[in-house]
């Protein structure tokens, strides 16, 4: 016997009479599924059936995680939903910190519609994550090389390097022989 939190979600007074946005042309089959399930299941629901999905089950910090988001936030359920399947595709379970941040950055950009958090998701996966920095070029400065380090290397001839090590091999084996 499952067990799904009792999650009631602020409702906003144009959300339920809202219209869908006109993208389902430029979403693929797979986003059109999710925005029909973000909106015909409560938040609690679609937590379930996605932990379901992936094999896993809703936890009790999970559930308060939602129910805290659900009644904090200007956010619709369907809206709500989307964030969770977010959330669940880049960690195995929800945290608050997480939901409180996309929230904020949801309710800084306008995100009403379930249409416009999938657009927002896919906008914030698709910008570089390392922006290029880009210098002032005219002001930079060209340090002068030194004298030496204009200075080749002499390389000894092989063969002064042959007799000196045989002088040197002579001279000890001479002064060996002194001493006995």
Known sequence: MKKNANISVKQQANTETEPAEQTDGQLNR???LLLKQARSLRPAEFLAAQKQ???GFTGTVESNALRNMATKTY???AV???MVYYILQTSPTLTLPLME???NDWQQNDVKTPEQALKRINDFQTKSRNPKRRYNNKNRKIEQA???SKVKAKVPA???QKNE???LQNRLKRLRNKDN
Do not use: H, V, Y
């Open 80 to 82: 709500l939903n989307i």
């Open 101 to 103: 941040t996309m929230a």
């Open 53 to 55: 999905k992936s094999g």
């Open 158 to 160: 092989q063969k002064n």
């Open 165 to 167: 090590q045989d002088d």
């Open 75 to 77: 956010l619709s359920p």
């Open 146 to 148: 030194t004298d030496w």
């Open 30 to 32: 797979a986003d059109q």
